[in-house]
């Protein structure tokens, strides 16, 4: 089984800056793509950012710019710097991974118990 447990977020004003991170454990073969995806009230789940384990980054449209995912493969750590942010990034974000827990096994997504991140205006 694979756990996700995040951290940081909180309150902030627009314009502002918060960091996320979390940190994958548990017993598993294997870790494949980490990143986040977030839910606002109302509305479905949507990406964020990914990385890959080859470093690669996807971003969604509307946080391009403003926010920036890195990772340290050591630690099974993601991270999540958000800049400048807006109203609209109100949102309950959530950590996700695919993950193996052996070789025979088929990846499985695992998701994060979610924090809030709220901006004001």
């Known amino acids: 089984q694979v756990q996700l447990v995040e951290s940081g977020g909180g309150l902030v004003q627009a314009g502002g800056s918060l960091g996320l991170s979390c940190v994958a454990s548990g017993n598993f073969f294997s870790l494949n793509a980490m990143g986040w995806y977030r839910q606002a009230p109302g509305k479905q789940r949507e990406l964020v950012a990914t990385?890959?384990?080859?470093?690669?980054?996807n971003y969604a449209d509307s946080v391009k710019d403003r926010f920036t995912i890195s990772r340290e493969y050591r630690k099974n750590t993601v991270y999540l710097q958000m800049n400048s942010l807006k109203p609209e990034d109100t949102a309950v974000y959530y950590c996700h991974t695919k993950a193996r827990r052996s070789i025979l096994d088929d990846e499985q997504n695992y998701w994060g118990q979610g924090t809030q991140v709220t901006v004001s205006s």
């Open positions: 990385m890959s384990n080859a470093g690669n980054p």
